[in-house]
């Protein structure tokens, strides 16, 4: 570092950026602190407002989406700036130009941050976008035709490159080199985005360093050889890359290739050596300088990280163990990258591809030409379909390459590995050893085979530090899955079992909420699933982790015994058969035991009568040391009343309050029985049921039980050793 300073300054920029955000952690406050205080302008999720500014992007899709800029909130005659953006969906379609002055009405939405471990923060994303809200059922008028003649040949270019993929290619192909090459993800097939990132190759879907390396590198070299001067090919290629990232939508991997672009030609231009440890460097000291939140975002770190791993890792890597011949000299630097890619792999997809390494082996050669040749394709297409087709015809076979390949790779046995999310202790010493490694490299002019032995060694203790996740005594998340309920809980022998999965609220629960915070959590395999009934608020999501391809084992299935058995019921019958999943029927009496844990159900009775499903309910009584949590399904009527007069109930450390807080379950008899000393209740706002009841939220306050929501707090973590127990929301 002492011979490239800007690897120094840059070293020190990140560290006081991190230092800053530690001091002052009130700068990166979270989506949940905007939608309570409406960012600062006031408005509430709901309210239906007036706002007027600027198109900066428009993009045509079932629901034409409109970003406005330069913000200002109407209110009768008066109006109020704002630095931030705004998303506006229309009702119906209309033309407008980039630059346009647009009034609209509508009902606003505040981003939601994330209210589980694992899950995606639409709030953070938002954020990072500079949108503070979006805005539904919106009415538009043209306050001002004025127009940004730049931006809005750029935006038709995109819109025609778009339909011409749409012409030439299927709906799958375009969508794909729309992501490309374009940006536009909007139109990807959920199946093949999903296939794309668990076989480990997600990162071609993005505009990267390869794509403005490769274009911008081929049109320099070409303008050179047609005679142009060194600082007229730069810029030309500097300025048609630029609004080629324009185009593509700015997002942070290409600005830093962008940036980092700029700085090559500025080495050609001036006549210096281009050295990629500085260009790195001053790329992210420019990209932090102007946003330092950047510096927590995935695509950064990742593009980021990316880099440095081909900057500093592969040099000395060749150097000393003499890497010879391009397939050598190829697994080394898909080595280099990888080794500092991988803890942030983890940290923000909580799983890896096991055969990806290989796989981008042998599909990153060919992107070169499939992005040269898409290109070629939509350009060609603007004019003739037919001429489109024809020289689009390779994308076609090299993406049914890629498609085959990743598929075939994730059948390969262990080809997806769900690891979970690493903690800051296991990358601190990943990175120190990577780092010292590579430092003992640049001192060496060679290493022998015994610094490599005990380097592997090293490495391996760095990369099983990954995916060491240690319980202490037990630990029960109470997920927040809306208007639903979803508990999981993990003992300190590893044993993992979930009771219920669903929601009425969120769409597709087990996709957006319930498996992602498994695969943070490491979860492989649950050892038993219990369904108190089957209601859909209770058992969808987990329809959605049997059916799909998640990568989560389920050991046992968990149903009430009931005589009656309704669709869902079977279902769930059919599915577990088709799986090969063990079905246990639980009734009261029925107990499972390991450790120094007991779960034991004490409704319903075998081959019991019910009328009302929610009366049907398994009842669980979950005992870990001292530690007794009642999980209570639906539960309520007679069934509460039976378990009141029978002796069943004891008392209790934590109970989760039946069928979300009614006003008809939990009366204060049986609240007098178990005195518990937490209660949780699983809700979502604004339900139309008005959950929880403040009849129930009184019986619970005079029992003395400390109350949490999930619809507050999020998810709720109660963390026990067998005596004493925390309770502690993710919000």
Known sequence: MGRRPLCLVALLFVLWVLGTQAVFPQDRAGGTEREEQGMSSGIRPGERIRVRGEIYRYEKKQTDQIYLKNISILSGTNQTSYDFNVILFLEEQAEYQIGNILEAAGVCQIPESAANPGQFDMAKWYESQGVAFSMSRCRVRLADGRQNRLGQGISQLRQGLSESFGRIADRTEAALMSAMLLGDKGGLDEEIKTLYQDAGISHVLAISGLHISMLGMLLFGMLRKLGCSFAGAGMVSGGLMGLYCMMAGMGTSTVRAYLMFLIFLGSQIFGRTYDLKSSLSLAVILMLFSEPSLLFQGGFQLSVLAVAGLAFVYPPLKKCFSVKGKLADSLCVAFSVQAALFPCLLYHFYQFSAAGFFLNLLILPAMSCLLLVGAAGGLAGLVSARAGMLIFAPCHYLLKYMEFLSSFSLKLPGARQIWGRPGLPALVVYYGILVSFVIFLEIRKKAGKGALVLWGLFMACGVAGLSVRKVQGMEMVF?????????FWQTEDGTSFLCD????????????????????????????VFLTHMDADHINGVLELLEGDAGIAVGALALPDLRERDDAYRRLLRLAEAKGISVLYFRRG???????????CLSPEAGAEIKDPNE??????????????????????????????DGSLEKLSVLKAAHHGSKNSTPASFLERTSPRAAIISCSRDNSYGHPSPELLGRLKDSGAAIHQTMEQGALTVRTDGTGFTVEGYR
């Open 479 to 487: 997920l927040d899955v809306g208007q639903g309920d979803g508990i």
């Open 501 to 528: 999965g669903g929601s009425s609220s969120v769409s597709e629960v087990g996709k957006y909420r319930i498996i992602p915070f498994l695969k943070h959590r490491g979860i492989r395999r649950l050892d038993c």
């Open 590 to 600: 029925m107990e499972l035991r390991g450790g120094n844990w007991r779960i034991r």
């Open 616 to 645: 049907g309910s398994l009842v669980l009584s979950v005992d870990y040391g001292n530690f007794r949590a009642l999980l209570t399904g639906d539960l309520q009527g007679r069934r509460e009343e039976l378990l009141i007069r």
